[in-house]
């Protein structure tokens, strides 16, 4: 299983950025897709997840009501769409899938994981 991320980019406080999330060598439309980040010094958070057919996600309080996850089965692709965003969003996100041991969108382990997608926030 590959995941590769892509549209990570430098923008500004209150900006917006859709990041995406190409899976292949699975069945993409079977597995829940999960998104986290890492910000200099900090360890991986995990920001947001979405079930194998889109029905339910979940996410960070940090980011809850200004990040979207969604997914399209058809082109094994997943979506972060972040709105308004902040300096303190600057971190290498990451996808992830496979999880292992999970409670709702939230696992123990994830077995397969993207390379990262710097996203970068300031004036």
């Known amino acids: 299983v590959q995941l590769v991320e892509s549209g990570g980019d430098l923008v500004q406080p209150g900006g917006s950025l859709n990041l995406s999330c190409l899976t292949s060598g699975s069945t993409f439309s079977s597995y829940a897709i999960y998104w986290f980040r890492q910000r200099p010094g900090k360890g991986r958070e995990w920001v947001s997840g979405?079930?194998?057919?889109?029905?339910?996600?979940d996410y960070a309080d940090s980011v809850k009501g200004r990040f979207t996850i969604s997914r399209d089965n058809d082109k094994n692709t997943a979506y972060l769409q972040m709105n308004s965003l902040k300096t303190e969003d600057s971190a290498v996100y990451f996808c992830a899938t496979w999880g292992d041991n999970c409670s709702g969108l939230k696992c123990k382990g994830y077995d397969y994981w993207g390379r990262g997608t710097q996203v970068s926030i300031s004036s």
């Open positions: 979405i079930k194998f057919d889109g029905a339910e996600a």
